[in-house]
Nanobody
């Protein structure tokens, strides 16, 4: 089994910054893509940022220029640096990873339980 554990959420004022982390552990042979999704109150879950095993990234238009996704392959960890936060960024942020548990196995998608980010004065 594979577990994803997020950390770093909290309450921050508009214009502030937070850094989220997500560490993967368990039966991991290779992690392909990793990403962050969020679900705000009364909204559908949406992609925030995505990073490939080679470091290629893409972002939701609403966060471009403010958020940066990165990963440490040695630590099986993905990060999301969030700057210039706005009230509309308030959501539960979930980590996602595409994992192969052994050579030749299919890729499985795993999700973390989420961390709350609240942007409010």
């Amino acid at each position: 089994q594979v577990q994803l554990v997020e950390s770093g959420g909290g309450l921050v004022q508009p214009g502030g910054s937070l850094r989220l982390s997500c560490a993967a552990s368990g039966s991991i042979w290779r992690i392909n893509h990793m990403g962050w999704y969020r679900q705000g109150p009364g909204k559908q879950r949406e992609l925030v940022a995505h990073i490939t095993s080679g470091g290629g990234t893409n972002y939701a238009d609403s966060v471009k220029g403010r958020f940066t996704i990165s990963r440490d392959n040695a630590k099986n960890t993905v990060y999301l640096q969030m700057n210039s936060l706005k009230p509309e960024d308030t959501a539960v942020y979930h980590c996602n990873a595409g994992v192969k548990i052994r050579l030749g196995s299919p890729q499985y998608d795993y999700w973390g339980q989420g961390t709350q980010v609240t942007v409010s004065s």
